[in-house]
């Protein structure tokens, strides 16, 4: 995202995603988002794009250059690589010359272990920052959301990012119960994958899994048909994607029914009527050559059901270990869902069928993390006993 001036000084908030960072500006508001994504020069270690140039480059090097996300499951997997994907954006943000160092505020998993916690700290550390405070991400959702996390009430929030679904019940400005399960949206495209290649002996790479995820995946049949960032995709009864090769896509989509609700440059719509079958191209694992496929959106549901439903067994097992006056609570004000994988259609239906409660998605799901932690940055004084929460034993699932 271009920056028309200079923002030294300011303070930050980040939200450090598996998939994509966004950057909230003291006073300004969110002013980056950026896929988390480095090309890297494998003989020298240099550098040569950050964010989403480089994102444009996976599936797609020579064999020198080597397409990096430095973080998995929600915590840094590659420091080095963190630490200059950090220092670009803080610098895309504030300018070449810092005329002082941010405080910058980072989101970070609930179940986040004290040596990644080290690991983030030190990251934005030499970055440029001269502060940095940790707020744990369903904390983030939920003020972002515009929950009433301070008051003595019971409020839940499901944040599914890329890495980590978090789940989380707060009260008074804490959270009383949680869980951090590394099952999210980077699981559900290796779970299309995996299906394609498993039925039909088709590879594809994992931004077509994305795609097709985006174009006709459902937790549960029927509902609104929400897309967030299709781009060059509009809402039809059929769409078609084009992968010249495993992580590549070659060309668009192509709409060939009249119930069309797709959006201009990727915004979030809705239609009565959402795709039912889809298009891919991908390379057959037994001649080697370029092979057309058609998937239909029972398909798609039938290999997201895993993922799925491990994020349901969460909210399940987070409300199995909320305490009665707080479940009540909970009944009437209903789930808040957050992040991208709030966009996933039926995801709202299919955990109301099954734990007989209401669930709503909130107005702006992939930015609340982020406008939380503004939030969080603009008035740092008042939620300053929200910030820096130390890892808590016991609270995260692995999956």
Not at 51 to 62: L, N, Q, S, Y
Not at 186 to 211: C, F, H, Q, S
Not at 261 to 266: E, N, Q, Y
Not at 307 to 325: H, N, S, W, Y
Request: glycine content about 12%; proline content about 5%; hydrophobic content about 45%.
């Amino acid at each position: 995202m271009a920056q028309s001036k200079s923002f030294s000084g300011r303070d930050m908030g980040i939200d450090l995603g598996t998939a994509n960072t966004l950057v909230y500006v003291r006073g300004k508001g969110v002013v980056l988002n950026e896929p988390s994504v480095v090309a890297v020069n494998a003989v020298d270690g240099s550098v040569l794009s950050v964010g989403a140039e480089a994102k444009e480059t996976i599936g797609r090097t020579p064999s020198n250059i080597v397409a990096v996300r430095p973080l998995r499951d929600g915590v840094i997997a590659d420091f080095e690589i963190a630490e200059r994907m950090l220092r670009h954006f803080i610098r895309k943000v504030a300018g070449n010359r810092m005329l002082s160092r941010p405080r910058v505020v980072v989101c970070v998993p609930s179940g986040i272990t004290g040596v990644e916690r080290r690991a983030v700290i030190e990251a934005a550390s030499q970055a440029g920052a001269r502060q940095v405070h940790l707020v744990e991400e369903p904390m983030a959702a939920a003020i972002g959301a515009g929950l009433p996390v301070s008051e003595p009430t019971g409020c839940m929030v499901v944040d599914i990012g890329g890495g980590t679904a978090e789940v989380a019940v707060i009260s008074l400005g804490g959270i009383v119960t949680a869980r951090s399960v590394r099952t999210a949206g980077d699981a559900m495209d290796a779970a299309i994958t995996a299906y394609v290649k498993k039925r039909y002996a088709l590879a594809i790479g994992e931004r077509t899994a994305e795609e097709i995820k985006m174009a006709i995946g459902s937790a549960a049949p029927g509902g609104t048909w929400a897309t967030a960032g299709l781009g060059r995709l509009t809402a039809s009864r059929h769409v078609t994607l084009v992968d010249a090769g495993p992580g590549t896509i070659a060309s668009g989509g192509e709409a060939d029914g009249a119930d069309a609700a797709g959006g201009p440059d990727g915004e979030r719509t809705q239609g009565l009527l959402p795709p039912e079958r889809c298009t891919v191209r991908g390379r057959d694992q037994a001649s080697g050559l370029p092979k057309l496929l058609e998937l239909s959106a029972d398909e798609v549901r039938h290999a997201l059901a895993e993922p799925v439903d491990a994020i349901v067994a969460a909210v399940r097992e987070t409300l199995d270990e909320t305490p009665p006056e707080l479940a009540g609570d909970i009944m009437d004000r209903g789930v808040v869902l957050t992040g991208g994988g709030a966009l996933l259609r039926g995801l709202d239906t299919r955990i109301a069928r099954e734990l007989d409660i209401p669930v709503l998605v909130a107005d702006d799901p992939l930015n609340c993390v982020a406008v939380g932690t503004g939030r969080c940055v603009e008035d740092f004084s008042a939620l300053r006993t929200m910030l820096d929460a130390k890892p808590r034993t016991g609270i995260a699932a692995r999956m």
